[in-house]
């Protein structure tokens, strides 16, 4: 369905641009765009998101290498090239396509080791980092597709010291320890439809207490991520908004969600009954354009599994279980032990 992309590579490389770039200080002062005055409106779905631009069909630059595509981010390397190549490569294929730079200098900094730049479309926002690895000489660009949500704009610890403030992210110090940053963060988000989840447990891991803390939210087609780090007595806090590579069906009353894009994990309990549980998913999954398989065995009213075959991609498996008062719902990628186990049909 959509290649996978490699974030955590290109997350250094946007290290490699901050550190040439120097990070743009908080200022509460008015831009110029009309879209970047209003609040936050309601994230828009991955499908709008792709109807503005679809980065699966980003084109490169010659001589390009490491092509990685999702809706989310088009990402590539060119041996030897240039920011000053790569920023018009940029501004040249966007703008062609009605993007705008952004009329804010905070938002567009370049030099010879590396670059940051904003576009807007319609509300829409795309983040270009790019970066020269002193190592390989290797020109590093990146293209992150943000939907409309804006970092700056959503909810922020009182009284932080802002260091960098920008509509993919922002970073922020307080003196407050981390337990109190996220017990105060995490209930201003739900009041504007954003739902709590957490990454699935780590086997062998479940033990391990760690030094930060993080918060994590989705809304539509859109993720915010929230790092919550001590640092030389210090609390940093890193905000995050990204766009999803996709958008799986979550149950409007699902509580306690576990959840990772790759690989695919998606679980929760709903008081939806089962067989209603299995309609929402059928229905919604196959808006994405999935087709269930055939099955066999027996009907079960505590149980329900099917595999779903994806365009372009592996199939995944749905599994839904009725345990007393709850309805409890998993997405994962299909295996073949699922076919031996379950008697699925390609």
Same mark, same amino acid.
């Given at each position: 369905?959509?290649?996978?992309?490699?974030?955590?590579?290109?997350?250094?490389?946007?290290?490699?641009?901050?550190?040439?770039?120097?990070?743009?200080?908080?200022?509460?002062?008015?831009?110029?765009?009309?879209?970047?005055?209003?609040?936050?409106?309601?994230?828009?779905?991955?499908?709008?998101?792709?109807? #503005?631009?679809?980065?699966?069909?980003?084109?490169?630059?010659?001589?390009?290498?490491?092509?990685?595509?999702?809706?989310?981010?088009?990402?590539?390397?060119?041996?030897?090239?240039?920011?000053?190549? #790569?920023?018009?490569?940029?501004?040249?294929?966007?703008?062609?396509?009605?993007?705008?730079?952004?009329?804010?200098?905070?938002?567009?900094?370049?030099?010879?080791?590396?670059?940051?730049?904003?576009?807007?479309?319609?509300?829409?926002?795309?983040?270009?980092? $790019?970066?020269?690895?002193?190592?390989?000489?290797?020109?590093?660009?990146?293209?992150?597709?943000?939907?409309?949500?804006?970092?700056?704009?959503?909810?922020?610890?009182?009284?932080?010291?802002?260091?960098?403030? $920008?509509?993919?992210?922002?970073?922020?110090?307080?003196?407050?320890?981390?337990?109190?940053?996220?017990?105060?963060?995490?209930?201003?988000?739900?009041?504007?439809?954003?739902?709590?989840?957490?990454?699935?447990?780590?086997?062998?891991?479940?033990?391990?207490?760690?030094?930060?803390?993080?918060?994590?939210?989705?809304?539509?087609?859109?993720?915010?991520?929230?790092?919550?780090?001590?640092?030389?007595?210090?609390?940093?806090?890193?905000?995050?908004?990204?766009?999803?590579?996709?958008?799986?069906? $979550?149950?409007?009353?699902?509580?306690?969600?576990?959840?990772?894009?790759?690989?695919?994990?998606?679980?929760?309990?709903?008081?939806?009954?089962?067989?209603?549980?299995?309609?929402?998913?059928?229905?919604?999954?196959?808006?994405?354009?999935?087709?269930?398989?055939?099955?066999?065995?027996?009907?079960?009213?505590?149980?329900?599994?099917?595999?779903?075959?994806?365009?372009?991609?592996?199939? $995944?498996?749905?599994?839904?279980?009725?345990?007393?008062?709850?309805?409890?719902?998993?997405?994962?990628?299909?295996?073949?032990?699922?076919?031996?186990?379950?008697?699925?049909?390609?």
């Amino acid at each position: 369905m959509r290649l996978r992309l490699h974030c955590a590579a290109w997350v250094c490389l946007i290290g490699v641009c901050l550190s040439a770039l120097g990070c743009n200080a908080a200022d509460d002062s008015p831009t110029t765009e009309a879209d970047e005055n209003a609040p936050n409106a309601a994230p828009v779905s991955l499908k709008e998101a792709i109807a #503005a631009i679809d980065l699966r069909t980003f084109p490169v630059m010659d001589g390009a290498t490491r092509r990685e595509n999702s809706p989310a981010g088009a990402h590539f390397s060119v041996p030897n090239g240039t920011v000053a190549d #790569a920023t018009a490569f940029a501004r040249s294929k966007l703008e062609a396509l009605g993007w705008k730079t952004s009329d804010d200098p905070k938002l567009t900094t370049i030099n010879d080791q590396g670059a940051q730049m904003l576009f807007t479309k319609n509300g829409q926002r795309l983040y270009a980092a $790019i970066g020269v690895s002193p190592a390989d000489k290797n020109l590093n660009f990146a293209l992150f597709h943000l939907g409309n949500t804006d970092a700056r704009k959503l909810p922020h610890f009182a009284g932080v010291e802002f260091t960098d403030s $920008i509509p993919s992210r922002t970073i922020c110090t307080t003196s407050a320890k981390p337990d109190d940053v996220q017990k105060a963060l995490r209930p201003l988000f739900a009041p504007l439809g954003w739902r709590e989840y957490r990454d699935p447990p780590i086997r062998g891991m479940e033990g391990y207490v760690r030094e930060d803390r993080s918060l994590k939210f989705l809304q539509n087609g859109t993720a915010v991520d929230i790092m919550i780090m001590p640092v030389n007595g210090k609390t940093n806090i890193y905000t995050t908004v990204r766009l999803l590579k996709e958008q799986w069906p $979550i149950e409007p009353s699902a509580a306690t969600i576990e959840f990772q894009e790759d690989p695919l994990f998606l679980f929760y309990p709903t008081k939806l009954s089962l067989d209603e549980a299995v309609a929402f998913h059928r229905r919604e999954l196959s808006a994405l354009g999935l087709q269930e398989r055939k099955t066999t065995g027996e009907p079960s009213k505590t149980k329900f599994k099917a595999t779903f075959d994806v365009p372009d991609g592996k199939p $995944i498996k749905l599994e839904v279980v009725r345990n007393q008062d709850l309805t409890f719902v998993m997405l994962r990628p299909w295996t073949e032990d699922d076919d031996k186990a379950d008697g699925d049909k390609k």
